[in-house]
């Protein structure tokens, strides 16, 4: 979701006003990167975050904002139009922004570096109206350490492989003093940073084009010396192979990440922590979370009043526009879709050869019949299915393999099959089933995992998720008892844990540890729109439950739908 929006109440530096210092109208300040950096596959997310003061840029932020980069975005960040978010309620005043650029969840260069920072920049502006700021952030700055040796200590950013001060605004002409250094070139009439043709620009890396000046930007643009199957890395400038899980599948859902809360995933992508007070109604995770679903809602909601998800410090705000109005896709056909079955492992693990049951229509079955196709994948784990185009399918495995990275019985519902296209179903690997349901402290044998998404199939932060039974909710245990069922939200780091108070964070994950059983599970996520507001119904889904032993189901729970079949649980009163 775009243009992601956090509210700032007041700032600590103003300008002068006749009545007061802080008494001026309000402004807001809206974040574009420019870029040429490959989209998605080495730069998936933007984030900004807010600072006081000149060039202050480290520490805790007064908020921060940020959307993921999809592959159609490069045009975007080469012009410089790319939305990062926007910064409202803000007093006038001076202020510094770091906008950072993180590689995709699993990055070629290894797990080491998956989700961490590519490049980043620091800007400062004085804000004394609404305002739209352009940060380029170049791969021209690769490797360029500022301040320069003999240099200027303010000069201490990079823009197009110079050394310039934060204040340098490739827009604004009245900044030019900042964008060259007077310490390396004594005038700043031939040095500046700022390009104002191509000649201005040095040569291009090896698999880009031919390096152009877009707004004062030198952009080195995407080529085709690159095969379809590789991207140009600009560190290196060499063709990169593109791992499947760098593929956004044409960015329909799919069982993969977001939608299969994967370890590793997401990994650095984190919000800012909730309130410690955010705690079940027993304390944190000291006992059941007093829940119970009426046409009301819960009846005992944490002590959550002042908090709205997906905002106040979210990187990005929760779009709800769709909730109870949204209906399932349309089904336009049949055709042949090719499912990639990706494995989810501390450590690869081979996929291939293995059978995998596939159900059109929106549940798995606790039997692979009638219309359900079973068949193994090829020698690369992929395999060609005839499914209805722009509906549902569901699908399971459960070849187990042997070993740490053996397959744990795995089941997916609820997944948009495109037409024509390749979708990433994921199947979990033992370590990382082992390893996540360790972290949630409990010796029950299945595990449910998900994402709670929005009207954007973006992530929700801040959601209580709740499952029910057969025979009805399914509540949280004290966390020291491992024989009880146990509901969390997960953390965002690169090995995820649960949440310390139950709430999903800007990952959106949730997982549950579960007694043994078939059976369908209804899934609801419970939220505040707006700060004041009831808990509002966010999202619902009913999901089939194998009950094999130490089994793991992906249940992506998307946003309240105004078309379930008419014995569904998912029906409001």
Do not use: K
């Not at 803000?90 to 950072?100: D, E, K, Q, W």
């Not at 930007?217 to 560190?235: F, G, H, L, N, V």
């Not at 089904?331 to 494995?343: F, P």
């Not at 005839?386 to 399918?393: A, C, E, H, S």
């Amino acid at each position: 979701m775009r243009n992601a929006r956090v509210g700032i109440v007041g700032a600590s530096v103003c300008l002068a006003w006749a009545s007061s210092a802080c008494s001026a109208p309000e402004r807001t300040l809206t974040v574009r990167l420019q870029s040429d950096y490959g989209a998605q596959h080495e730069a998936r997310y933007a984030e900004a975050r807010l600072f006081d003061g000149v060039g202050v840029c480290e520490g805790s932020p007064r908020a921060l904002v940020g959307t993921p980069i999809g592959r159609d975005d490069q045009g975007d960040l080469a012009t410089g139009v790319f939305g990062v978010g926007v910064f409202e309620a803000l007093a006038p005043g001076i202020y510094s922004i770091r906008v950072r650029l993180l590689r995709p969840p699993t990055d070629p260069r290894g797990a080491d570096d998956s989700g961490a920072e590519l490049a980043s920049r620091c800007i400062t502006l004085t804000l004394d109206e609404d305002r739209v700021r352009r940060v380029p952030i170049m791969s021209a700055c690769h490797g360029v350490s500022c301040p320069a040796a003999g240099g200027s200590s303010s000069f201490d950013e990079c823009l197009n492989g110079f050394c310039v001060d934060p204040r340098c605004d490739t827009a604004d002409p009245s900044t030019a003093m900042y964008c060259c250094d007077p310490a390396l070139s004594g005038t700043c009439a031939s040095s500046t940073a700022v390009c104002s043709s191509d000649d201005d620009c040095e040569a291009s890396v090896a698999c880009a084009g031919a390096t152009r000046c877009i707004e004062g930007a030198c952009i080195a643009p995407t080529t085709d010396t690159c095969s379809p199957s590789e991207y140009c890395e600009r560190a290196t400038g060499a063709c990169q192979p593109i791992l499947p899980s760098l593929d956004d599948d044409a960015g329909v859902i799919d069982a993969s990440t977001p939608d299969a809360a994967a370890i590793g995933s997401d990994a650095a992508f984190d919000a800012p922590s909730i309130d410690s007070a955010l705690s079940d109604a027993a304390g944190s995770d000291g006992g059941p979370d007093a829940f119970s679903r009426d046409a009301a809602g819960p009846d005992a909601l944490p002590p959550t009043s002042a908090i709205a998800v997906g905002s106040m410090g979210s990187p990005m705000a929760a779009n709800l526009a769709c909730v109870g109005v949204r209906t399932a896709p349309s089904v336009t056909g049949s055709g042949v879709v090719t499912l990639r079955v990706q494995g989810l492992a501390l450590t690869s693990f081979d996929v291939a050869l293995r059978e995998i049951d596939v159900f059109p229509g929106e549940r798995v079955r606790a039997t692979c019949d009638g219309d359900c196709i079973s068949e193994p994948t090829d020698t690369m784990g992929l395999l060609d299915v005839t499914l209805p185009l722009g509906g549902w399918f569901g699908y399971r495995m459960t070849a187990r393999g042997s070993g740490a990275t053996a397959t744990v019985p795995t089941s997916g519902a609820f997944v948009v099959a495109p037409a024509g296209r390749t979708v990433t179903v994921s199947v979990y690997g033992a370590s990382a089933a082992g390893l996540l349901r360790s972290q949630l402290n409990r010796d029950l044998s299945q595990l449910v995992v998900g994402t709670v998404t929005d009207c954007d199939a973006r992530p929700i932060a801040r959601a209580w998720v709740r499952i029910f039974g057969p025979d009805g909710e399914v509540l949280s245990g004290p966390v020291d008892d491992t024989a009880s069922p146990r509901i969390t939200g997960l953390g965002d780091s690169t090995i995820p844990s649960p949440s310390p108070d139950t709430l999903t964070r800007f990952s959106g994950r949730f997982a549950a540890a579960l007694p043994a059983g078939a059976g369908t599970f209804r899934i609801e996520a419970w939220g505040l729109e707006r700060v004041g507001d009831p808990p509002l119904l966010l999202a619902c889904e009913e999901v089939f439950v194998d009950g094999i032993d130490d089994g793991v189901t992906i249940a992506p729970l998307g946003p309240v739908r105004s078309d379930y079949v008419a014995e569904s649980g998912c029906l409001r009163p």
